[in-house]
């Protein structure tokens, strides 16, 4: 039964790490589950204090990736049609366009073009629509990289009580 628990708690901190990247799974709770399952294993062990800390961190860490490109558009004078069309680009990078670049590079190139046609059809101008657009942009790269860093991390813990 703790090898089972071993091995569904890395594959949640492996599709935990993969949710940081790709929209639509929530790569820091399925990482935290991993955390969670491995810790009912005697071979990791983790304190409440831990299993507390971490999960309060990864809803903060969740709902500030929302959060996130908002506030970074705002800070760089965009709008809610920014947000909307960083959003947009980022579907569009899910399902993969004819055209266009795929995989990672689109990943990071449709959310920046979502969110510049966004801008741009707001305020009809290509100069603030940029720099709204690049708002957008860092906003949700930095959402990314938080979690991506979280994941990793509790992925070293468990690895780390393992060994």
Aim: with cysteine; net charge positive.
């Amino acid at each position: 039964m703790n090898t089972f628990l071993i091995i569904i708690a890395f594959v949640c901190l492996a599709v935990g790490i993969i949710g940081s990247v790709a929209p639509g799974l929530p790569g820091p709770p399925i990482s935290w589950l991993g955390l969670l399952l491995a810790g009912l294993t005697p071979w990791v062990q983790t304190s409440r204090m831990l299993l507390v800390v971490t999960a309060a961190v990864a809803v903060v860490i969740t709902v500030f990736d929302y959060v996130m490109p908002a506030l970074s558009t705002k800070r760089y004078g965009g709008s809610k049609h920014g947000i909307w069309g960083c959003n947009i680009g980022l579907l569009f990078s899910l399902f993969g366009l004819p055209i266009g670049p795929t995989g990672l590079v689109g990943l990071v190139f449709w959310p920046f073009v979502g969110a510049l046609v966004g801008e741009y059809i707001k305020q009809q101008d290509l100069k603030p629509a940029l720099r709204a657009a690049w708002g957008a942009f860092i906003g949700f790269l930095s959402g990314t990289l938080m979690k991506v860093v979280y994941c990793v991390a509790l992925l070293v813990v468990v690895i780390v009580a393992l060994v």
